[in-house]
């Protein structure tokens, strides 16, 4: 076997391996006692129902990912990525438009192979669980923009990177360091206004006592809020949420129905102090610096290491006599996910100390104990894990525990 490759398939397991044990022992620890703080949060037909969904969705989900890591490592091995290259490579496209045919025909295959996990894991598991409200048609149609506007957007920034990769040499790392950090700006700033209205609809909230006390949070937390709109989440799940987007005078508020269906307008006001507690201590852009740090580590060591011939000849083009760009793209890919694994455990960690302060700030507002009964029955609708095991919260979170957040509350508020 080719060193680089075995390099690529042990790198590969290990990662597979080291998430299936941190699965295992979350799974485990879902039977430990619930904190005294979170006794409240579930009846116990309620926490039964918990620990099944638990249960099941992690079961399915090892099985989803063994499955597709099998089918991977064959695909390494057989070199049938470099297969797909040979026979696209006949066509004399150039480099931009070769690299875009290859990623389309990987795409495509990954999200039809994906299809029947999705079809099972929507209407038998969150069917089963009283989360799923998507109708058949409503699962295809999405199916289908989400293919279209993958292939439109990402292929635009792919063309991009790949002309600057093969037109820039030394000075690629940087050019396309540029050009993703003007991608994610540009998205998150249409995001609500472009990306949402594709899937969603969203209606601005109507006049009431919701909407003014929104808008005197604004003025109270010197964070004026303009816009407020209602997203239909409830015709895809019962699972709630609120978020931010958008950037100065562009900013909006979306509240999904069902969180404003389940919380009382209090709770729903210390929802959103937290998220503006995010933008007064500008974790934006803190976590936007951070990506751009991670960007900057990735494309500047993928701008060495694809210099490499081996990196194509690994994945089945044996006849490379100069390196080929999506090739060496997917090898780097695995090979950099020791690196990758290490940056996100030390985001996570940042992300879960920025959430602290944003709570915190909304506590030092008098929301505190509201945020906290909010927070519960975010938990309890989406069937949360009480007692997730401190190696997955270490390694997965962006956020702590439920218990952990009660704790530095009341901390707080003392």
Do not use: C
């Not at 199916?143 to 792919?158: M, N, Q």
Request: aromatic share 14%; no cysteine.
């Amino acid at each position: 076997m080719n060193r680089v490759l075995a390099i690529i398939l042990i790198i590969y397991i290990l990662g597979y391996l080291l998430e299936l044990i941190l699965d295992i022992l979350n799974l485990s620890h879902r039977k430990k006692s619930v904190p005294a703080a979170l006794t409240d949060v579930y009846s116990p037909d309620r926490y039964k129902l918990q620990q099944g969904y638990e249960a099941e969705s992690t079961r399915f989900s090892i099985l989803q990912t063994t499955i597709s890591v099998v089918f991977i490592i064959l695909i390494f091995y057989m070199g049938w990525l470099g297969a797909l290259h040979e026979h696209i490579l006949m066509l004399e496209l150039g480099n931009v438009l070769t690299t875009l045919i290859f990623f389309a025909i990987i795409s495509l295959a990954s999200s039809i192979a994906s299809l029947p996990f999705s079809i099972w894991s929507t209407f038998v598991i969150e069917e089963k669980y009283g989360f799923n409200k998507t109708t058949p048609r409503l699962f295809a149609v999405d199916f289908f923009k989400s293919i279209v506007l993958t292939f439109f957007v990402g292929g635009i920034l792919l063309g991009a990177l790949t002309w600057v990769y093969f037109a820039t040499g030394r000075w690629f790392w940087l050019i396309a360091l540029a050009i993703i950090l003007l991608f994610s700006l540009l998205a998150n700033a249409l995001y609500s206004t472009v990306i949402v209205p594709l899937f969603n609809k969203q209606k601005p909230l109507p006049d009431g006592p919701l909407l003014n006390s929104i808008k005197g949070l604004g003025d109270k937390l010197k964070f004026p809020v303009s816009k407020v709109f209602v997203i239909d989440g409830s015709k895809r799940s019962t699972k709630a949420n609120a978020y931010f987007s958008g950037f100065g005078k562009n900013r909006r508020v979306v509240l999904y129905d069902t969180l404003i269906e389940k919380m009382s307008n209090d709770e729903i006001l210390a929802v959103l102090a937290h998220e503006i507690g995010h933008y007064r201590k500008r974790h934006i852009w803190i976590n936007y610096l951070l990506g751009a740090a991670q960007s900057a580590i990735m494309l500047f060591i993928f701008g060495v290491v694809s210099q490499s011939v081996e990196l194509s000849v690994a994945l089945g083009f044996e006849g490379a006599t100069e390196p080929v760009f999506h090739l060496s793209l997917l090898a780097f890919s695995v090979l950099f996910l020791p690196i990758g694994d290490l940056i996100g455990i030390f985001t996570n960690m940042m992300s879960r100390k920025m959430e602290y302060q944003a709570d915190n700030f909304a506590a030092k507002y008098g929301l505190g104990q509201y945020l906290i009964a909010g927070l519960k029955k975010l938990s309890a609708q989406n069937l949360s894990n009480l007692t997730p095991h401190p190696a997955y919260v270490f390694v997965n979170y962006s956020h702590p525990t439920l218990n952990q957040r009660i704790k530095a509350i009341n901390n707080e508020e003392k």
